[in-house]
Structures are given as C-alpha cells and as structure tokens.
C-alpha cells in the first residue's frame, strides 16, 4: 500500500512541476546564489556551496531529489561579482539539469550599503523517462510522459541591497526561456513549460550579545499558475563556530517546520544539516525530509574574522 501511495504522490508531483518549477531548498538563507544573480561577489572572498535534498524519506526511488552547486566571488575591487550555479533535479521520470553563469555589478549606496544589480543566463535540459511510470491509458504522445529530452536557453535578472547586517532581494530568476518550437502536447498546440517566477527576500542581523547573534529573515515565492510560497525563518549564531535556527514554511503541500542547524569546522568551511517535518496529511506515509549543506571560503583565515558570512 505505502508503494502505491508513493507513485500517487510522485505523479501528483511530476503534474505539479509545471506550475513550480524552482526546486525547493531549506538552506536558501546561507547562500542566496540560488535565489538571485545579483548576490554574486557581495563578500570581499570567494565562496562555494553544494547542497542535496533528499525530499519525503521513505517513498523508495522517485521521490524528490535536488543537488544544488553555487560558487562566486568579487572581481575589479569588488565593483563586480561573478557566479556559476549548477542545479540537478529528479522528480519521479522527470529530470532538469541547469547550468547559469551569474554577472553582478555593485553600487555604492554609502559607506555601509550597497545595491548589486545582476542577471544571469544558462541553459536547462529537461526530460522525462516514462520507463518509471506505469499508464491505464495511451499517453505516448504526451510530451510529458514520453522519453523526451531538450535544452532550452534561461536568463534572468534581480536586485539586491545589503549592509553588514542588513540585507533585501528581489530577484526573478525565469526572466525568458524558450522551448522547442516544436515542443507540444497531444500534437495539438504549443506547449509552454517555462513560466516567469518571483522571488522576496530579506533578512537582519541583531547583536544580542554574549557572542550571539540573531537572524530573522523570510523567503515569499510566487508564480501566477501555482499558490505562493512563504517562508519565515530565524537562525541563531554562537560565536563564529555555531548556529541553530527554525523555519516555518507554506507552499502548494501544506505547512512545513524546519530544524536547522551548521557548524564551521574552520573559518573557511561550515556543514550544515536541516530536517523538515509536515502538517500535511501525507506525513502519515514518509518520514520528512533531509536536506545537507557543505560550504567553503576561499579567503584567508583574517578576512573571514573580519567579514563573518551570517549571509
């Protein structure tokens, strides 16, 4: 039965991929390459994470998996940044690699704030394998649920304000993409998979002292065919080496809360671990899910005291 309820749930998702197509992290807050091209070199080093999803614990092969790679850092004496962002996600048959070089160009505001401007552009491969998937009726020609793959051309833009403790967002990371022109459903008409996503971040950093500082941010995603999805997280940071946080999330599923917790095990490189647990009726058959981070600085060991990464 668990099985069953496992391919219901991942068809559901698979459908669902249209209307939300950024996958979903718990670690956004710690890196925001993945969110929007304008953070790239807003520190004075250069900086790479790598982050696996491992989504709905206990649903077998073809629940959500996402591997996400993001590094940046300043270039032109911090005028300007460069980023490379690599996304490899799987959903039931459904596969998406992406692959985005990010541009940023920096604003001095004044002396403690700046305001980066960025864009990105790549490429996206996506497919399909219906090997995985099994159909009561004839759905062959359906170009979603048939073993066929395309690249497809992405760009996309956003802003980004910062100060040392403060930071905003606005970013949308599906500016334009453009599938095949022969990409249909049912050879009926044009399928259009690529819709345009916004993103709203923002965060602050209070000292509350006793080496600790405190972190509230939020996260608010929206995409016209899909519900919005918000997120409102608060990290805590003890000293330079510790930090243990929550997040309370809404999206299309239902209500999620999310433990998070990281360490730097050197100045330069700082693990981290989060686990999501449901309100929605389908954590009667999973066990949440696992999400794993692994960061480095590249940096030296005085210019991270002196620059702490808190975002």
Same mark, same amino acid.
């Given at each position: 039965?668990?099985?069953?309820?496992?391919?219901?749930?991942?068809?559901?998702?698979?459908? +669902? %991929?249209? !209307? &939300?197509?950024?996958?979903? =992290?718990?670690?956004?807050m710690?890196?925001?390459?993945?969110? +929007?091209?304008?953070?790239?070199?807003?520190?004075?080093y250069? *900086?790479?994470?790598?982050?696996?999803?491992?989504?709905?614990?206990?649903?077998?092969?073809?629940?959500?998996? %996402?591997?996400?790679?993001?590094?940046?850092?300043?270039?032109?004496?911090?005028?300007?940044?460069?980023?490379?962002?690599?996304?490899?996600?799987n959903?039931?048959?459904?596969?998406?690699?992406?692959?985005?070089?990010?541009? !940023?160009?920096?604003?001095?505001?004044?002396?403690?704030?700046?305001?980066?401007?960025?864009?990105?552009?790549?490429?996206?491969?996506?497919?399909?394998?219906?090997?995985? #998937?099994?159909?009561?009726?004839?759905?062959?020609?359906?170009? !979603? =649920?048939?073993?066929?793959a395309?690249?497809?051309?992405? @760009?996309?833009?956003?802003?980004?304000? $910062? #100060?040392?403790? @403060?930071?905003?967002?606005?970013?949308?990371?599906?500016?334009?993409?453009?599938? /095949?022109?022969?990409?249909?459903?049912?050879?009926?008409?044009? @399928?259009?998979?690529?819709?345009?996503?916004?993103?709203? %971040?923002?965060?602050?950093?209070?000292?509350?002292?006793?080496?600790?500082?405190?972190?509230?941010?939020?996260? =608010?995603? $929206?995409?016209?065919? !899909? /519900?919005? &999805?918000?997120d409102?997280?608060? +990290?805590?940071?003890f000293?330079?080496?510790?930090?243990?946080?929550?997040?309370?999330?809404?999206?299309? #599923?239902?209500?999620?809360?999310?433990?998070?917790?990281?360490?730097?095990?050197?100045?330069?490189?700082?693990? *981290?671990?989060?686990?999501?647990?449901?309100?929605?009726?389908?954590?009667?058959?999973?066990?949440g899910?696992?999400?794993?981070?692994?960061? $480095?600085?590249?940096?030296?060991?005085?210019?991270?005291?002196?620059?702490?990464? $808190?975002?």
């Amino acid at each position: 039965m668990k099985k069953i309820l496992s391919l219901i749930v991942v068809g559901v998702l698979s459908l +669902n %991929t249209y !209307a &939300q197509q950024d996958p979903m =992290l718990s670690h956004y807050m710690f890196n925001g390459l993945f969110l +929007n091209p304008a953070y790239a070199g807003t520190h004075p080093y250069a *900086g790479a994470t790598l982050i696996h999803r491992q989504q709905w614990l206990g649903f077998g092969n073809g629940r959500p998996t %996402t591997s996400v790679f993001g590094i940046d850092g300043p270039i032109k004496s911090e005028t300007m940044g460069l980023g490379l962002t690599f996304v490899n996600d799987n959903t039931g048959g459904f596969h998406r690699n992406d692959i985005m070089l990010n541009y !940023a160009y920096h604003i001095k505001v004044s002396d403690d704030a700046k305001l980066s401007l960025g864009i990105n552009g790549g490429m996206v491969n996506l497919g399909y394998n219906n090997s995985k #998937t099994f159909a009561w009726d004839d759905v062959n020609s359906d170009v !979603a =649920l048939s073993n066929k793959a395309f690249w497809a051309p992405k @760009f996309g833009a956003g802003a980004y304000y $910062y #100060t040392r403790k @403060f930071y905003a967002g606005f970013s949308i990371p599906t500016l334009y993409a453009k599938e /095949p022109s022969n990409l249909s459903l049912n050879d009926s008409k044009q @399928f259009n998979f690529f819709k345009p996503h916004y993103t709203l %971040t923002a965060g602050y950093l209070f000292d509350i002292g006793s080496n600790i500082m405190l972190k509230p941010s939020f996260l =608010l995603k $929206y995409q016209k065919a !899909a /519900p919005m &999805q918000f997120d409102l997280n608060c +990290n805590a940071f003890f000293g330079e080496a510790f930090s243990a946080g929550l997040s309370y999330r809404l999206d299309k #599923t239902g209500a999620w809360l999310v433990a998070l917790i990281s360490y730097n095990v050197t100045p330069e490189l700082r693990l *981290g671990m989060s686990y999501d647990y449901t309100f929605a009726n389908i954590r009667k058959y999973n066990s949440g899910s696992l999400e794993f981070m692994l960061g $480095y600085d590249f940096g030296s060991k005085t210019m991270k005291v002196k620059n702490p990464r $808190y975002f």
